[in-house]
Structures are given as C-alpha cells and as structure tokens.
C-alpha cells in the first residue's frame, strides 16, 4: 500500500513538474529584449572587424559565410518576437551570439596578417622600384654620353651643300 | 633634329622608362577614387523575369517572386529587408525626403555583402485570410516564405472605383548598417488586387 501510494506520488510529481517545466525556463520579454541586443552588438562588432580585415586585403570569405549564417538567425529572432514567440526568439538570439563567438580575433588576425603580407609586398616592389631608378639613372648618363658623341660625329661628317646663287 | 630636341626627346625617354620602372609601387600606394557607391533593390516575377508579377491574388494561392540585393558601396556591407504591407492610404516609403513608411515590418532578412556581390531570393506569399464585407476587403494573415504573420491591426481596404479593385501593396524596404540602420531610400513592391474564388 505504501509502495503504491509512492508511485502515485511519484507520478503526480512528474506531471505537476512536467506543466512548470516550461514555466521555469521559458523567456520572458526583457531577457529576450536583452539576449537581441546583445546580439546586434555581437553581430555588429564582428561585421566591422571583418570589414575592416577585407579593407586590407584579407581573404575573409570563410568568415562571411558566418557572418550571414549569424544574420540569418537575427532575422529569425526578430521574425519570431514580432509574432510573441519570445522563447524562440531568446534561443535564436543566443545562437546568434554564439555563431559570431571568436569572429572578431579571427578576422583580427587575418588582417594583421594581410597588413603583414602588404608591407612585405610593398618594401620588395619599392626596392626593385629604386635600384631599377639608381639603374636607369646611371645608364642614363653613359647614354648621354655615347649619345651625344654620336650625334656631333654626324654632324661633323656632313658635307658642306654648295647652293646656286640667282 | 636640333641638338635642343635631341636632347629633350632623350629626357623625355627617360621621363617615360622612370615612370613604368616606378608603376607598380605607385599601384600600391596611390589609391584612385572609387566610382559612385549605390545599391540594387530589385524584384522579378516568378519566371524569374521583370514579367509576370503576381497581381490577381486568391485565398490560400501562393505567388511567387524573386528579390535580389546588390552591392557596390566599395566594400562589405550588412543590409536589412523589411518586408511591410499596407493598403493604399497607410504610410508608404517616400524617396524624395528619404524616409521609410511608418509600419512594422511583417518579416525581415539581414544580410551581408561584399563589394559587387548580389543576393537574390525566392519570396512565396498567400494572403491566408481574407474577407469581403460590402465595400471593403479585410486582410488578417499572410504567410512569407512559411512564416504566418497575422496583420495587427487588420488590414483594410475599400473598394477602388477607379482602379475596380481591392488594393494591397506588399513592399521591401532597404536598410543599410552604418553605426546603426538607416533608411537606404531603396524600395520596390507590387500591388495586389485581392480577388474572389470564382
């Protein structure tokens, strides 16, 4: 008798538990107001340091493929929230955050890398630049030289042009 | 040739050779000003033509057209649809003071686009519920793309003597990131005349 009673209990436990469950861990307004601003704020930070890392060069389509995936669960959180699903719109929300989660560093380092490769890239064309000047610069004057002899012994090798006079 | 033209021919030369020996650090460093920066808005009709847009809408019947965003502002860009829909006296997007209509969005698609790039997608809509009563039509549910969006307030509309019909206007307006969203003044839609199932 005492062990039925148990069971009984038991089970009118489970069910009362089961109608609170949700009540427990559903969102409410403010948090769900609360997990979409943190997660514009995530998106946002995010978006520009991956703007400015393609700015410089970087290849960040990896990242951009995050970024929509991000925006698309934005989206959603707010499609939901218009319709009163805050609980929805709270779960998307934190997904959204949580995709963008590590965004920044990666895009901060793709672009301290792209800057890297660009003063590389820079500082060996500059200097090809300046020794093909220095080059052209020298030559320039041996050219002048040669040149200009050149041009006086065709002109002292010309003849004299005797002309008639009327 | 004089020996004065001999001789600025040959500096001239050097001119030139200077300049192509410097031209790919100059490409480096000098950076030419862009073009204009201006984005696309567009909506096609379901043979994915600027043809055949839905116009003639029944109960439950589901249209189909396709929107597309393009980029060309010179660099990534995060950019917000807000898909609105209103009869023909509420608040429309007005482009010559660049500001939005008033309403609230039924849906919304946030995206992001690199330079040059262009998103396009299929948009499925019905108008779920739907009423005649005397002069006027009442609109209450739309479906978007799976979502059912009920209307609140309910949508009305009163019959349009000049035009014979019931008129609706589902419209996308383009919002453009930039410390916050702001109104991009781009926006396209179709009319809807809504009509009885015969």
């Known amino acids: ?166 | 040739m004089s020996f004065e033209d001999f001789k600025v021919f040959y500096v001239l030369s050097l001119l030139g050779l200077g300049s192509i020996i410097l031209a790919p650090t100059l490409a480096l460093t000098v950076r030419l000003p862009s073009g204009e920066r201006f984005s696309e808005l567009w909506i096609l009709g379901s043979g994915h033509m600027a043809e055949d847009y839905p116009f003639n809408v029944r109960l439950n019947e589901t249209c189909k057209i396709y929107l597309g965003i393009g980029n060309h502002m010179n660099g990534l860009q995060y950019y917000r649809v807000l898909v609105k829909f209103r009869n023909g006296t509420e608040s429309s997007p007005d482009a010559l003071n660049a500001t939005p209509s008033t309403l609230d969005p039924l849906v919304e698609y946030r995206l992001f686009l690199s330079n040059d790039d262009v998103w396009e997608k299929e948009i499925l809509f019905s108008v779920q519920d739907f009423v005649f009563e005397g002069n006027s039509c009442r609109v209450s549910r739309i479906t978007i793309n799976g979502d059912i969006v009920n209307l609140s307030p309910i949508k009305i509309a009163t019959w349009n003597e000049e035009s014979k019909g019931f008129y609706f206007q589902l419209f996308f307006e383009l919002w453009l990131h930039k410390a916050e969203f702001v109104y991009h003044n781009r926006f396209v839609g179709i009319w809807l005349n809504m009509t009885k199932s015969v």
Not at chain 1, 23 to 44: I, N, P, Q
Not at chain 1, 130 to 137: C, H, K, T
């Open chain 1, 1 to 166: 008798m005492v062990k039925y009673k148990s069971v009984v209990c038991f089970v009118v436990f489970i069910f009362i538990f089961s109608q609170f469950i949700d009540a427990c861990f559903a969102a409410d307004r403010a948090t769900t107001d609360e997990a979409l601003v943190d997660a514009e704020s995530d998106l946002v930070s995010a978006y520009v340091t991956v703007g400015e890392a393609e700015q410089v060069g970087a290849n960040v389509s990896e990242l951009l493929v995050k970024l929509k995936s991000a925006g698309d669960l934005l989206a959603d959180a707010y499609n939901v929230y218009r319709q009163g699903d805050y609980d929805k719109a709270c779960s998307y929300a934190m997904n959204c955050s949580y995709g963008v989660n590590g965004i920044a560093s990666e895009a901060t380092g793709l672009k301290s890398d792209a800057e890297a490769s660009y003063s590389e890239r820079l500082f060996v064309t500059a200097a090809v630049s300046s020794v093909g000047l220095s080059l052209l610069f020298v030559l320039s004057l041996f050219g002048w030289r040669f040149l200009k002899k050149r041009y006086l012994q065709g002109i002292l090798k010309m003849k004299p042009e005797v002309r008639k006079t009327e």
